[in-house]
């Protein structure tokens, strides 16, 4: 993989659009010191290089009646060829899974979902995921509360 070096500049780019990814171009070069074609130039530079991959709105699903949050980890089993892509192709299939991560150690995927309440959560994890003919076993780990939301790597700066 080539390496990709960014400037200073760069990272306050990227910061400031972590914080807030609806600013004007106007807005980010007043905000970084910069002329607003330097801006733009650089802007679309860390989008060439898929840096910035995209800009989307943060959900708050709790308020769109979505009460469960949790992380499943699931093991697949190893005596069945392609076990753990059948599994992920169903997961992605799911629309309460919102994050599936093919992860190290004892299990193989971590699955983040998202349910409007225990039945729906409980109709995925158990009565389709864990009866899944590819699963071996699932381990559940439901959110009481968040202490950080959005953290970013550059935040030490």
Same mark, same amino acid.
């Given at each position: 993989? &080539?390496?990709?070096?960014?400037?200073?500049?760069?990272?306050?780019?990227?910061?400031?659009?972590? &914080?807030?990814?609806?600013?004007?171009?106007? @807005?980010?070069?007043?905000?970084?010191?910069?002329?607003?074609?330097?801006?733009?130039?650089?802007?679309?530079?860390? @989008? @060439?290089?898929?840096?910035?991959?995209? *800009?989307?709105?943060?959900?708050? *699903?709790? &308020?769109?009646?979505?009460?469960v949050m949790a992380w499943t980890l699931v093991t697949v089993s190893k005596d069945i060829p392609n076990a753990r892509t059948n599994v992920m192709d169903f997961l992605q299939q799911q629309s309460a899974a919102i994050n599936v991560h093919g992860v190290t150690g004892d299990v193989d995927l971590m699955v983040e979902i998202c349910a409007k309440d225990m039945a729906e959560f409980t109709d995925l994890v158990v009565k389709q995921l864990y009866s899944h003919a590819n699963v071996v076993s699932t381990k559940s780990y439901i959110r009481l509360d968040t202490a950080k939301q959005q953290g970013s790597p550059l935040d030490k700066m």
């Open positions: 993989m &080539k390496e990709i070096t960014l400037d200073r500049t760069d990272y306050k780019i990227i910061q400031a659009l972590e &914080k807030d990814g609806r600013l004007s171009n106007t @807005e980010l070069a007043q905000l970084i010191n910069l002329s607003q074609s330097q801006c733009l130039r650089r802007l679309r530079h860390l @989008e @060439e290089m898929d840096i910035i991959s995209g *800009y989307r709105a943060q959900v708050n *699903y709790q &308020k769109l009646g979505y009460s």
